[in-house]
């Protein structure tokens, strides 16, 4: 089994900053990949942004620019840089990793924009 626990969501204005963790813990041997994904109210949850394990990233068209994703491989941990935030980035987002072909899923962290 696979935990993740996201961190670092919150309220934050227009224009400003946040940045989210996600920690993994558990029988953790080969993830093929981590990411970010979200779901705002009555929309299907979608991805954000993603990094294999070879650093190959892809990011929603949305967030290209102004999103960064990252790991640290000692920690087990990633991280989603968001920089410019629009209240259109409103949603609760879930960090995802793959493990040896499972995918498995964080609780969820609230980022609210206001404008």
């Known amino acids: 089994q696979v935990q993740l626990v996201e961190s670092g969501g919150g309220l934050v204005q227009a224009g400003g900053s946040l940045r989210l963790s996600c920690a993994a813990s558990g029988s953790i041997f080969s993830i093929n990949y981590m990411g970010w994904y979200r779901q705002a109210p009555g929309k299907q949850r979608d991805l954000v942004a993603r990094?294999?394990?070879?650093?190959?990233?892809i990011y929603a068209n949305s967030v290209k620019g102004r999103f960064t994703i990252s790991r640290d491989n000692a920690k087990n941990t990633w991280y989603l840089q968001m920089n410019s935030l629009k209240p259109d980035d409103t949603a609760i987002y879930y960090c995802?990793?793959?493990?040896?072909?499972?995918?498995?899923w964080g609780q969820g962290t609230q980022v609210t924009v206001s404008s």
């Open positions: 995802t990793a793959q493990v040896a072909g499972r995918s498995y």
């Open positions: 990094i294999t394990g070879g650093d190959s990233t």
